[in-house]
């Protein structure tokens, strides 16, 4: 039987209601797994509600917050909360009972057999070559995405940034007022090496198929 999954967009900090949302999808579905793309936690430069946000992260750090499927999420474009950090540090990348952090350059295996290969962040321009170190930090290099590559596939490719000219062919229009996000030609190159049955990434605009 085929695995069922569902994947989300950047939720930026409403967690509490998205992952309310997969608990009642699940109950009907019965999903395997969860993926939650983009950034999961609030921009504090722009989060009006700071105090809430803490106590929210805090009880989702102490697991009291039931999260009935496995579910993943990666770096988005802004920074992770250091308590986030922190606790991802200490417990192999297991934020809590069933939300599993995929870091910045990954490549897992999920138990029903699914290969997940993951570049979150953005393109740092003060690295011009070598992979960077730290996996917290919302940025990656073009030697990362060359790294990737020795994965040699993937069931589901997930990038921050969209490939080059990902659209060059396509008759599906944007939705009005959307322009298309800047491609790359490292992800283009990343996905063609890998081949992915399904690739996602990321838009603060609009959804596109």
Not at 8 to 22: D, H, P, R, W, Y
Not at 76 to 95: H, I, M, Q, Y
Not at 163 to 176: C, Q, V
Request: aromatic content about 8%.
């Amino acid at each position: 039987m085929a695995s069922k999954i569902i994947v989300t967009g950047a939720v930026a900090g409403a967690f509490l209601s998205i992952l309310e949302k997969l608990a009642k999808l699940h109950a009907k579905n019965s999903f395997s797994l969860a993926i939650i793309l983009g950034d999961f936690f609030a921009n504090p430069e722009t989060s009006s509600n700071d105090s809430d946000d803490d106590a929210n992260i805090s009880a989702l750090i102490n697991g009291k917050i039931e999260i009935p499927l496995p579910t993943y999420f990666t770096v988005g474009k802004r920074s992770l909360p250091s308590a986030v950090t922190e606790k991802l540090e200490k417990s192999d990348d297991e934020l809590c009972p069933n939300l599993y952090f995929l870091g910045k350059r990954s490549t897992i295996k999920t138990s029903e057999g699914l290969r997940i290969v993951n570049l979150g962040g953005c393109l740092d321009p003060n690295i011009t070559a070598g992979v960077s170190k730290e996996k917290y930090l919302p940025f990656h290099t073009e030697d990362d995405a060359k790294a990737l590559r020795g994965a040699n596939s993937a069931d589901i490719l997930l990038t921050s940034l969209w490939p080059l000219d990902i659209r060059k062919g396509s008759n599906i229009s944007l939705p009005d007022g959307v322009e298309t996000p800047t491609g790359e030609q490292f992800v283009a190159d990343l996905c063609s090496a890998l081949r992915p049955r399904y690739h996602f990434s990321t838009s603060n605009d609009a959804f596109y198929e």
